[in-house]
């Protein structure tokens, strides 16, 4: 078995850096593989490694590493009192003092000349560090860029030009670990859901523990206003509780004994008793946040070919500032003094960071707002692929449907009341255990009637056709038209019979040796929402709805134009659904499937993105889809849908952003019209366009 140990990181400031830091991992002896998930700010690593080594391999950024179940509580530390913001200050301070000194004497001036020198100094402290350590090593990122801009500065003079840059870049890693942390927030806000701390009842006495310490079937107490510490089930009490944390849906659920209940969900009214039913890892929460952190690392392709390109684009970089610097005084003459100035602000502008973060910030902050509103996507992948779908298939039962059967009709024949009609079958069904039967008991539940009124005996269960029982000594029959003698269905019968048939109805017929009494129809209806979201498909241009079920073509028809599907496909297989699907995707390129998780995985798996109801979060939906909706809320698919091409759009502008800028900066070097502070400042303002309409997301 190998051996796997996860930590959380603290300062993990920039992508090169987080790729800098997996690299001196996997240097440690010991060590036989490493990754970091730069989006989570998590490390993996397979092998043996301890605490000082990897803080060692992290020192040059100043990363912490803290084992992943180490309860150890960081202090929000303000922005205005981190380490290296108060270095900027600092800096900041100085550089005032320069340019001030700069007014009044010159910048010749030791001491104006001083200031500078301290103002680079303190600002570019951590700067250096790592850039010459990277020089010293071969290893070009943006550190390197940035080391070899500013000792240029200062080895031909510009002093407050290298402090400048000093400063602003100081400014702009601040603002993008702000804004890195603020994409990250969705996850530690998942995290921090759960309780810390659980009342456990054993014997007659209550012990608060810590959640670690829960073992599966230990009885925990949740008071009201209280939050849910364990997934489990209710043993005693009833209360409303809020299960946003997990479906993202606001609306208190009642539960009583015998009801599932899931950790960092929020008890709000009565007092629960709890059996646990799984360890704090396994819990559904658990799962989430595991399945978030993972799709974070997931690179979606717009991020492969940023990667890919980032890999040429720095040495391309620093080859054309050599040029810049080099050729036009070896071939024309010129001041080596302005072209090796000049040859720098290329190097300034070039740095890749705006490039480089385009697309995983706006990956990360997607996929946390999305967990946030009970839509669970497991990668940038399925991200891209979601908002370029053209059809989507929809199974019938628990997708479009709600999944269990309703009385939509009653009829009554030779003179009797629907009353008393309801009344003889629910007497009947409360003993059988049938989808049907239940239904039927419902509705005379919900009608006000009494089921305990009348004396039933000789309850009987007739194989595929129904069920008979005594009610008040008198025997009744209920079940399939079929069990009833033809002398009994009168011609108004029958066609009344067909009538609710072709409407896609289940008929329950109700009578005695003597008397065909009426009909029960029911159905599986349609989701509250199921048209309107359709609906909003078709108007976001999906072109191709198509509802596909295993039912009759009767029932599929009905349900699929109540619903407006563009197109029915009923009596399939799973083999036929899996084909459709595939002949789908063909046609149109990209389709999505929509099931319950627990069927149709064929299906699901042959599409480009498997959509799953999670129902609260079932293991199987988890596992089997790309895509959960976690609350069984249709409503959240065009939501996601629009979250996808809002977060395409986004990736697409911060590429353009990042691309633009410097390019366009790199034409203003040549004629001189770029100093060195300029080229920082537009190497800065890419990295805050991308980093803030990045965060835009956290508004869809």
């Not at 090169?16 to 989006?39: L, M, R, S, Y």
């Not at 670690?212 to 510490?229: R, S, T």
Request: glycine share 8%; with cysteine.
């Amino acid at each position: 078995m190998e051996n796997k140990q996860v930590y959380r990181l603290q300062g993990l400031s920039c992508a090169n850096c987080a790729a800098q830091f997996e690299k001196n991992v996997k240097a440690i002896k010991t060590v036989q593989d490493a990754h970091v998930n730069f989006g989570a700010a998590k490390l993996t690593v397979v092998g043996a490694a301890t605490l000082e080594q990897l803080a060692k391999a992290g020192a040059f950024d100043g990363i912490q590493v803290i084992p992943e179940k180490q309860r150890k509580e960081i202090p929000n530390v303000p922005f205005w009192k981190k380490r290296a913001n108060i270095f900027a200050f600092i800096s900041a301070f100085f550089l005032v003092i320069g340019y001030v000194g700069s007014v009044m004497k010159g910048e010749a001036d030791v001491f104006v000349m001083g200031a500078f020198i301290l103002s680079i100094a303190v600002g570019g402290y951590d700067l250096f560090r790592a850039g010459l350590a990277n020089l010293w090593r071969f290893r070009f990122d943006m550190k390197t860029l940035m080391t070899i801009a500013i000792i240029g500065a200062a080895l031909i003079g510009e002093w407050k030009e290298g402090a400048v840059v000093v400063f602003l870049f100081a400014v702009s890693e601040a603002l993008e670990r702000y804004s890195m942390e603020r994409a990250r927030r969705s996850i530690q806000h998942l995290m921090d859901l759960a309780p810390k701390k659980a009342l456990v009842r054993r014997g007659n006495s209550e012990y608060e523990i810590d959640v670690d310490d829960l073992e599966v079937n230990d009885i925990i107490v949740v008071k009201p206003g209280q939050k849910i510490a364990a997934d489990g089930v209710v043993l005693h009490g009833t209360s409303s509780v809020n299960e946003a944390a997990i479906t993202g849906e606001s609306i208190p659920v009642y539960k009583t004994a015998g009801d599932e209940v899931y950790a960092g969900t929020l008890n709000e009214e009565g007092a629960l008793d709890v059996r646990v039913t799984k360890r704090v890892e396994d819990s559904t929460i658990a799962k989430i946040i595991h399945l978030v952190e993972e799709a974070q690392a997931e690179r979606a392709p717009s991020q492969q070919f940023v990667d890919r390109f980032a890999r040429y684009y720095t040495p391309a970089i620093m080859a054309i500032a050599a040029l810049v610097a080099i050729l036009p005084p070896l071939l024309f003459s010129e001041d080596w003094k302005t072209w090796i100035y000049r040859g720098l602000a290329v190097l300034v502008v070039g740095c890749p960071c705006a490039l480089v973060i385009s697309t995983p910030v706006a990956i990360v902050t997607a996929i946390g707002q999305a967990a946030r509103r009970g839509v669970l996507i497991k990668g940038g992948v399925y991200l891209e692929e979601l908002g370029q779908l053209k059809a989507v298939a929809f199974d019938k039962t628990g997708t479009l449907t709600k999944g269990t059967p309703e009385v939509t009709d009653i009829r009554t024949f030779n003179d009797h009341s629907e009353e008393e009609l309801l009344r003889i079958a629910a007497h009947i069904e409360k003993y059988s255990q049938h989808p049907l039967a239940a239904a039927i008991v419902r509705e005379a539940q919900q009608q006000g009637l009494l089921l305990d009124d009348s004396q039933v005996t000789d309850f009987r269960s007739i194989t595929g056709k129904g069920a008979s029982a005594a009610v008040n000594g008198m025997t009744y029959y209920i079940g399939s038209p079929a069990l009833f003698s033809e002398r009994l269905l009168s011609e108004e019968v029958r066609d009344t019979i067909r009538a609710l048939q072709q409407a896609g109805k289940t008929v329950v017929g109700v009578g005695n040796a003597e008397q065909f009494l009426g009909i029960i129809a029911l159905s599986d209806q349609p989701r509250e929402h199921a048209a309107s979201v359709l609906q909003q498909l078709r108007i976001s241009g999906i072109q191709k709805i198509v509802m596909v079920t295993g039912d009759n073509q009767a029932t599929g028809e009905a349900i699929g134009s109540a619903v407006g599907a563009t197109e029915i496909k009923a009596e399939l297989l799973p083999d036929d659904k899996l084909s459709i699907i595939k002949e789908i995707r063909n046609t149109y390129g990209r389709i999505a499937m929509v099931g319950d998780g627990v069927n149709d995985a064929p299906a699901l798996a042959a599409a480009n993105v498997g959509i799953a109801m999670g129902k609260a979060g079932t293991d199987v939906a988890l596992e089997t889809a790309d895509i959960v909706l976690m609350a069984d809320d249709l409503q959240q698919l065009p939501y996601a849908i629009q979250l996808s091409r809002k977060t395409l759009r986004i990736i697409k502008e911060n590429i353009s952003f990042a691309f633009l800028l410097k390019l366009l900066a790199l034409i203003l070097i040549v004629p001189g019209w770029l100093t060195l502070w300029m080229a920082i400042f537009a190497d800065m303002g890419a990295t805050l366009i991308v980093l803030f309409n990045s965060l835009r997301l956290m508004r869809v």
